[in-house]
């Protein structure tokens, strides 16, 4: 799971929705085990990486986000704050739904299994019995996912361990920066649709699923410590340390790797390209992952001629 994770915890803004699905019997709230102070706050000065790409006219904004932090990191401040500040309008991965049940109306029928197959029967009787012990340690009946594909109790089970250790999916920095957006009156655009995220994952094989739902379950305990790490190359504007971080992941899992990063960063740099010729001022704001390292996103508006600058602050 480490290898997946690396690369979803700052690619996919739909991973913390994972959260918010409606399960069988209807809605099951997971308490969260209290969390210690020091857990939660352990880091508070955070100066992530912010790039610009101007024209006589236009000015972009390339922020890279973290979907999930914990409460208490001092980040929206200093040069990223400005540039929100000056910005007409902000675009993210995709517009932020606003409840529960919007959610679960676009993430239920593509995580059906529609074919009458069962979870159960796609594992071995060992991944059955690790799985849903996984399940029970997170607080899920163990059967609460038995007629869905694989995918959604995988993404699942990749956010709910988040909270023992002081991540909150509400702290995260599209979650804040649409609360931003909101409050001052700037309008908020989506890159991609929350239907089109969910697709990324309903579209891989099922030997793919099968193996992401094992890596969770078998690295469980692991999640934190990873995310830990990786928001601390965020909070200190390290795009190459989160690149060498994440270049394991990418070599073992290159189906997803394309599918999550590269495709996307190409079909969001046609997309900026095309802003490019309004004028006025964008905050765009995506998973730090796209900004980090070989195919990123700035790689992409290279290659259409336009130059992302570093902003040093």
């Known amino acids: 799971m480490k290898k997946w994770f690396k690369i979803l915890a700052t690619t996919c803004a739909a991973i913390p929705f994972a959260q918010c699905a409606v399960l069988p019997g209807g809605n099951i709230a997971v308490a969260a085990e209290p969390v210690s102070a020091a857990t939660a706050t352990a880091l508070t000065e955070a100066n992530p990486a912010l790039w610009v790409v101007k024209d006589e006219d236009t000015t972009v904004y390339l922020f890279g986000t973290v979907h999930v932090l914990k409460p208490g990191l001092s980040w929206f401040d200093a040069a990223v704050k400005d540039a929100f500040d000056k910005s007409d309008e902000m675009m993210l991965e995709l517009v932020l ?136 190359l965020w909070a200190k504007g390290d795009p190459d340390g989160l690149a060498a971080a994440m270049n394991e992941s990418m070599a073992a899992t290159p189906e997803l790797a394309e599918t999550l990063l590269y495709d996307r960063n190409a079909r969001w740099a046609e997309q900026i390209q095309a802003r490019m010729e309004q004028p006025g001022t964008v905050f765009v704001a995506v998973g730090a992952g796209h900004l980090a390292g070989e195919k990123s996103l700035q790689d992409y508006l290279a290659e259409r001629g336009l130059t992302a600058a570093r902003i040093d602050y």
């Open 97 to 232: 739904p606003e409840d529960q049940a919007a959610v679960a109306q676009v993430m239920m029928p593509l995580a059906m299994d529609q074919s009458g197959k069962t979870l159960p029967a796609r594992l071995t009787a060992d991944e059955l019995k690790a799985y849903q012990a996984a399940m029970t340690s997170v607080g899920l009946p163990a059967n609460a996912f038995d007629m869905f594909k694989p995918w959604l109790p995988a993404m699942t089970l990749s956010v709910l361990p988040l909270s023992k250790h002081g991540y909150d999916p509400e702290q995260g920095v599209e979650k804040q920066l649409t609360k931003f957006a909101k409050d001052s009156g700037k309008p908020v655009a989506g890159l991609e649709t929350l239907e089109q995220q969910l697709g990324f994952f309903d579209s891989l094989p099922e030997t793919q699923q099968v193996a992401f739902l094992n890596s969770v379950v078998k690295d469980l305990d692991k999640l934190g410590p990873v995310l830990d790490k990786m928001v601390v």
